[in-house]
């Protein structure tokens, strides 16, 4: 029941972009965070590990009703990263 229920969620959701930021920590792990939803982040031994990992995130916190309504409205028109060395 709760993975029909994630699949008829996750299908209002398709095709959206969401930005995620992945570095390499000290450790060696890919840490991987969603900035637009609150406490989405995780991390991985392989870049590839930490991207499923946070889409499973993503999954999770897409249950929450206040992330539903959030991404309803989430409709960036360009997303970019800038970094500054200071």
């Known amino acids: 029941m709760k993975k ?3 699949r008829k969620i996750l299908s209002k959701f398709k095709g959206l972009t969401l930005p995620l930021f992945v570095e390499k920590d000290r450790d060696g792990f ?3 965070e969603c900035p ?3 406490g989405c982040y ?18 999770i916190i897409l249950e929450e009703k ?12 360009e ?8």
């Open 4 to 6: 029909e229920k994630r």
């Open 66 to 77: 206040e992330a539903q309504e959030f991404l309803k409205s989430y409709h960036p028109s």
């Open 30 to 32: 890919y840490v991987v």
């Open 42 to 59: 995780t991390q991985g031994k392989t870049i590839d590990e930490a991207l499923k990992n946070i889409r499973e995130v993503i999954e």
């Open 79 to 86: 997303i970019s990263l800038h970094t500054i060395t200071i």
């Open 36 to 38: 637009v939803l609150e």
